[in-house]
């Protein structure tokens, strides 16, 4: 199994970016996928995921009307709009990969057993 995360960049506050998240040995409805950021000198946070199966989408308080993910099975991606960016947005941006996670469990990172890269995303003030 492999997650190659993609679409970071450069962006204005206000401003939006999608990344995504290409998955390859999995099929995304069968997997929850989530997105997770890391910002410099902070812990990994959990921003948003989407339930296998269901498609479910669930997102962190911190970036919820704001962002949207999505998936694409027939291309094994999914993806994560991200709109109205803040400075407080920039981080690296990973996603991650599992079978067993919950909606009580979604936000724990040791929920996951496969994660990609990471994409940096960095918004300007």
């Known amino acids: 199994v492999q997650l190659q995360a993609s679409g970071g960049g450069l962006v204005q506050t206000g401003g939006s970016l999608r990344v995504s998240c290409a998955a390859s040995g999995l099929t995304t409805n069968t997997y929850t996928i989530s997105w997770f950021r890391q910002a410099p000198g902070k812990e990994r946070e959990f921003v948003a995921t989407?339930?296998?199966?269901?498609?479910?989408?669930s997102y962190s308080d911190s970036v919820k009307g704001r962002f949207a993910i999505s998936r694409d099975n027939a291309r094994s991606m999914v993806s994560l709009q991200m709109n109205s960016l803040k400075p407080e947005d920039t981080a690296v941006y990973y996603c991650?990969?599992?079978?067993?996670?919950?909606?009580?469990?979604?936000?724990?990172?040791?929920?996951?057993?496969?994660w990609g890269q990471g994409t940096l995303v960095t918004v300007s003030s």
């Open positions: 991650a990969a599992s079978r067993t996670v919950i909606m009580s469990t979604m936000s724990l990172s040791g929920s996951y057993h496969y």
């Open positions: 989407i339930f296998r199966n269901s498609g479910r989408p």
